[in-house]
């Protein structure tokens, strides 16, 4: 039997709704530092983001690191090897996937990109001091680890 008098919910005050908002807003806003200039799309920038930091990866290490969907993990490596930014290689250790990389082309585009994306990290976080800044990337990592434990069904209560 279901509860007649449910708890009442209001969207705008729903932590992951607003987590959900504020993570398609501050996405757009930097992706609108960098798509005219260079041509990628939120999902292109982040895989070449990763590959910057930590070549060579396979697309489920993409996917898992960024918690991006498989989908948009292969389109993205899709459009970034076709027009010559990232290269597959088959693996060493295992034949089913191959390792992800920049070309030096996609080098050259992460080491441009990068300056223009922490411009608009700094704009963003210019309303907050360095004590918030870091409060609110410590906040951020206990959800994310958080939400990770719940997936996974690990509870540390």
Known sequence: MTDPNP?????????PY???????????LVARAYQDRFGLTIWEWR??????????????????IAAMDKVSVSRAVKALVER???????????????????????LQVYREITPVALEAEAALLTGLDDAEAAMLADMLDKLRRRAG???SGSTSD
Do not use: C, F, H, K
């Open 84 to 106: 010559g930014l990232v290269n597959r290689s088959e693996r060493v250790t295992d034949r089913r996937s191959r390792d992800l990389r920049l070309t030096d082309t996609g």
């Open 7 to 15: 708890p009442a919910l209001s969207l705008r005050d729903y932590l």
């Open 149 to 151: 434990e719940l997936l």
């Open 18 to 28: 607003r987590l959900a908002v504020t993570s398609n807003q501050v996405s757009r």
């Open 47 to 64: 895989v070449i983001a990763l590959l910057g930091e930590a070549a060579p990866m396979t697309a489920q290490s993409l996917s898992d």
